[in-house]
């Protein structure tokens, strides 16, 4: 993407000229605004929403605040370049959709008013074509809303990486990573810190949980070792039901009708127990009607409640992953150094500082803290320094030309352009966009994460341009105050 600032400013102020605004806002805060005025309450509050206070979404935000870029002059920028080399490929900037679970909530708006093309299933192949047409990776979520075929073929040769939750069943684990690999997934992402779902109060205060409702689940319900689970969990009950409820590890509880404490049987009937499992019927593969009246939809349910995740890994079972598949493993959630050293020592290829934005732990240190201590103990690891893949540094250790053999990305509070700048600043080979392209999504489909990108790129390449710097692999930490 050479000099992308110029072309879409440009093209926005010309569309002004014949009355025409953007079809998203540019500003990071009235792009939100406008989302949640559009979507739904549940929607909005499961996507918005952190833990707890809300302490660590605030900090993600108000961590970028504190660095701040020197502005440098006389510079030759007139031919600017976006492009990096991630893992061995080409793209065309360093910026990747990030995996947004249930993200049929970013459109269930469209459909409550009878929009077009607002069928939940939609959503992922909505993202899939603006990715597609800027040519930059997805990371497809293990809590998407259609099954990962579904979007590889929407993607077409676009890339395309695999976010794992490492369910507590084996042989689930085994075909999702089975199923990336066919579908052309460039990389495992396995998210580490989710192994319990964070203390969301916005969802709690709404007793919400998409999950508990299907949403959400489509990886799962599309996948031939959990469909084993759900027929055994139905013949074990002897074909009446749903089981009890559990909670697993995931923390989650309901499904819709009962609860962990309160089986369906203590629970009257309610509109929302009946919503609830008519969501369960809609999403389930097969007619509606007939999973209405068979027991298989609330039974995968409850099953996927039981295996979602675990809390019993330990570094060493990255061994078992890394056993199964011969694909780049990127591990996401790490906000020590130690815990990178770690990473590394066990095999990973790569890693991912989040914190989920700020969606796990309340009053967590604010992510981007946590970038620059990340990328110094990576690039201190021997692993850094063999394979393939070092290029010139530029006196930071940040590697430019043909990528960085173990790369370090970040996500968790980019709203903007300048935003990206500052963490590539920090050492970041390349960041992960989550909220603002949901919102843009929510507001316009296909176009409105098209937008959104373009204007997080366009104000990516301005600032470039004004602070001196022609290449993305040439930002450093010599361009923020010290
Ligand atoms: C799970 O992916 C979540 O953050 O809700």
């Not at 609830?276 to 009246?293: D, E, I, Q, V």
């Not at 039974?299 to 056993?323: G, K, N, P, Y």
């Not at 070092?390 to 790369?407: D, E, I, L």
Request: glycine letters at 12%; hydrophobic letters at 45%.
């Amino acid at each position: 993407m050479r000099n992308i600032g110029r072309t879409v400013q440009s093209s926005i102020y010309r569309n002004g000229v014949f009355g025409r605004r953007p079809a998203v806002p540019t500003g990071a805060d009235a792009l939100a605004e406008a989302a949640r005025r559009r979507m739904t309450r549940t929607g909005w509050s499961y996507v918005a929403g952190g833990a707890g206070a809300q302490r660590t979404v605030d900090a993600n935000r108000e961590a970028f605040g504190r660095y701040r870029i020197v502005p440098r002059q006389m510079v030759d920028v007139g031919e600017r370049s976006l492009a990096t080399t991630l893992l061995g490929r080409d793209l065309p900037a360093p910026v990747l959709f990030g995996p947004v679970g249930a993200l049929e909530l970013a459109v269930q708006h469209q459909r409550a008013h009878g929009g077009r093309g607002a069928a939940p299933r939609n959503a992922e192949p909505a993202l899939a074509r603006a990715a597609r047409d800027l040519g930059l990776p997805v990371v497809i979520s293990s809590q998407a809303s259609v099954p990962m075929e579904d979007t590889a073929a929407v993607l077409g040769d676009s890339p395309r990486w695999f976010q794992l939750y490492w369910s507590s069943d084996d042989a689930v684990v085994e075909s999702f990573v089975a199923r990336a690999e066919a579908s052309g997934c460039e990389a495992i992402v396995v998210t580490l810190d989710t192994h319990v779902l964070g203390w969301r109060t916005l969802d709690l205060d709404l007793g919400y949980l998409p999950f508990a409702r299907a949403e959400g689940i489509a990886q799962y319900l599309s996948d031939p070792e959990f469909q084993k689970l759900v027929e055994a969990r139905v013949r074990g009950a002897g074909g009446a039901g749903a089981g009890d409820g559990g909670a697993g590890d995931g923390g989650a509880g309901a499904a819709g009708t009962g609860s962990a404490r309160a089986g369906a049987g203590e629970n009257r009937p309610t509109l929302a127990a009946v919503r609830s499992l008519l969501s369960m019927a809609r999403h389930h593969p097969g007619p509606t009607w007939r999973n209405l009246r068979q027991p298989y939809a609330r039974a995968a349910v409850e099953t996927f409640l039981d295996i979602f995740s675990r809390s019993t890994l330990t570094w060493t079972d990255l061994a078992w992953l890394r056993q199964r598949t011969t694909l780049p493993i990127l591990v996401k959630g790490i906000q020590h150094p130690d815990d990178a050293h770690a990473a590394l020592d066990h095999g990973a290829n790569g890693i991912i500082v989040s914190n989920h934005g700020g969606r796990q732990i309340d009053n967590a240190v604010a992510s981007l803290d946590a970038l620059a201590p990340v990328v110094d103990a990576v690039r201190e690891h021997p692993r850094a320094h063999s394979g393939t893949g070092a290029g010139a540094g530029t006196g930071n250790g940040t590697a430019v030309g043909a990528g960085s053999a173990v790369p370090v990305l970040f996500d968790s509070g980019i709203r903007t352009g300048a935003d990206v700048f500052t963490a590539l600043a920090l050492g970041a080979d390349a960041v992960l966009l989550g909220r603002p392209w949901v919102y843009g999504l929510a507001l316009a489909g296909a176009d409105g994460v098209r937008s959104v990108t373009e204007h997080i790129l366009a104000e990516l390449d301005i600032t470039m341009a004004l602070a001196g710097v022609s290449e993305t692999g040439r930002i450093g930490r010599h361009n923020l105050a010290s």
